[in-house]
């Protein structure tokens, strides 16, 4: 048998090149040194599966070049320089790497937390810089029994709240897709509710970056927070209001911040910088020994798993060609993760169950449609560490029960999927269908029927059923200059309905405050698909 070429586009540890090295079946070429016009041109058209970094883009350019490729696995977390739908259309599964580093950001969180504390680099270079020996300008404050609020209680935001435990903090973490025995079997507080965060003494952030998540932390929310709080990121740019956070800093009420992480990097001339009470560096997250040689190591066992064909630990994206899937049932899978996305955003909290029922001819697919649906619901809690090869056992690891149901067909359409989750606050059901090739529907939310196209920023107003509704709801929407591009009602015999205002521009919490102030308001919600 011939050999399997892997090419490493860039440089990693030499433990991982030592492994693929000695795979007597692997062809290792190591081309990090290489030009990059020589890397795509000649060499990328010899490989089977390649390994890259954040210096080589898997862009067009190099996938046209990419006759042969398999795989491409991303040494790390990070996938923004991967094109990922460009890869799933050629049967390229794309891989990372998403836990090596875990340790490394945990750490560094720490670093910081107590840099801000005790103010360490402004000490270190009075005394080291300037020569000025000066103790009684650098009183700091002691983590013990300070409380600590984080933001996202995953891999790295659990293990910063063991490591404050060992600081005698009082830990409280905020993370509304876990199930609170994450963090009660901790001995950590957990809250639903984020003003409890917010008044916190140190705040920490470690979620992913998604559309709920960016600008998390902003003026709003900064100014409920205590006098002389100290702010911590590194996870992701972006998660703070850079804006917001320099007008916190610059006035004091924000005590220090310890960043990590900038919306756009290297953010060598950031405003951040000119300011005295930051600690930054920059995106460390991963630079460890320890880290890079995890990663290198993982890296290239996955090159060599998916080069043999034995599995795609941490595929992104699904391991098989468009081509093999049936042309209509590819709509299908599109419209139920948007259904399951959409779900997750509506209800944002710990999912418990999972349901999923077909009617007609897609039910031949229902593994497929259940996979898809998980993907869509779990990726608003974990982003880009979700995918349709790992989605059902994270699933599963998350203790969250997954059901299939194929039903006969008697609802008067060719075919129907149907979405049910179980969160720890109720149930949340959402049916769907598809009108001649690819006219995706939502037709039933919670037993409300509407006609509904999966798209755009969607507000969920549910209420009751009395007159006068529908002018309040858009007075206030107008109120907050959002022109409304569609509304679609539904209303159930308990004299209650359900309006879904589809809106262009940016649903703020001001607009859904206002909204949930109505008196015939019994829940409001938004979603963007």
């Not at 609802?411 to 129907?416: A, C, E, M, P, V």
């Not at 949340?428 to 798209?455: M, S």
């Amino acid at each position: 048998m011939s050999k399997i070429t892997v090419v490493v586009c860039d440089h990693i540890h030499q433990k991982g090149l030592d492994i693929l090295a000695n795979d007597t079946d692997i062809n290792l070429i190591n081309a990090a040194d290489e030009p990059k016009d020589k890397l795509i041109t000649e060499i990328i058209p010899l490989a089977d599966v390649a390994i890259t970094r954040s210096s080589t883009d898997v862009d067009q350019l190099f996938l046209d070049n990419a006759h042969k490729i398999k795989s491409v696995v991303r040494a790390g977390v990070g996938v923004d320089n991967v094109d990922i739908d460009g890869c799933s259309k050629r049967g390229i599964v794309v891989m990372n790497v998403p836990t090596a580093n875990t340790i490394a950001a945990v750490e560094l969180t720490m670093t910081h937390m107590l840099s801000c504390v005790r103010q360490f680099p402004y000490a270190h270079n009075n005394l080291k810089v300037d020569r000025i020996w000066r103790r009684q300008d650098w009183y700091g404050t002691e983590l013990k029994d300070k409380k600590l609020g984080i933001i996202g209680f995953g891999n790295i935001g659990s293990r910063v709240g063991k490591r404050a435990k060992a600081f005698e903090m009082d830990v409280i973490a905020y993370d509304p897709y876990i199930d609170p025995r994450k963090a009660s079997d901790l001995d950590i507080a957990y809250t639903t509710n984020f003003d409890d965060i917010l008044a916190c003494d140190i705040i920490t952030i470690h979620t992913p970056k998604n559309k709920e998540t960016l600008g998390m932390i902003d003026k709003a929310e900064i100014a409920k927070m205590k006098d002389g709080v100290v702010l911590i990121n590194c996870a992701r740019g972006g998660l703070f209001n850079e804006d917001a956070l320099l007008e916190g800093l610059t006035s004091g009420k924000i005590h220090m911040a310890g960043i990590d992480v900038f919306n756009k990097e290297p953010a060598t001339s950031h405003p951040l910088l000119d300011l005295n009470n930051v600690t930054v560096t920059p995106h460390l997250g991963a630079n460890t020994k320890e880290s890079q040689q995890n990663i290198a190591i993982q890296a290239a066992e996955n090159a060599i798993q998916a080069a043999k064909g034995i599995a795609y630990p941490n595929a992104l994206n699904l391991p098989i060609k468009e081509s093999e899937l049936p042309d209509f049932l590819r709509p299908y899978l599109e419209l139920i993760q948007k259904m399951g996305n959409l779900s997750a955003q509506a209800t944002r909290t710990e999912i418990k169950a999972i349901k999923i029922i077909t009617e007609g001819k897609v039910s031949e697919y229902i593994d497929s449609l259940s996979t898809f649906a998980t993907v869509g619901i779990l990726s608003e809690s974990l982003g880009e560490n979700i995918n349709y090869v790992n989605a059902e056992f994270v699933a599963k690891e998350r203790e969250i029960n997954i059901n299939r149901q194929k039903r006969s067909n008697n609802s008067g359409f060719t075919n129907r999927v149907i979405l049910k989750i179980t969160t720890s606050n109720g149930n949340f059901t959402i049916a769907g269908t598809v009108f001649g090739e690819n006219t995706q529907r939502i037709i039933e939310i919670d037993e409300y029927e509407l006609d509904l196209e999966p798209k755009g920023n969607l507000i969920l107003f549910r209420n009751t059923d009395v007159p006068g509704v529908i002018g309040d709801v858009g007075k206030i929407v107008a109120s907050h200059k959002l022109n409304i591009s569609d509304f679609r009602l539904g209303r159930d015999k308990n004299s209650r309905a359900l309006a879904v205002v589809k809106v262009d521009g940016e649903i703020t919490k001001a607009v859904l405050s206002e909204l949930s102030k109505l008196e015939a308001c019994i829940s409001v919600s938004h979603v963007s698909i």
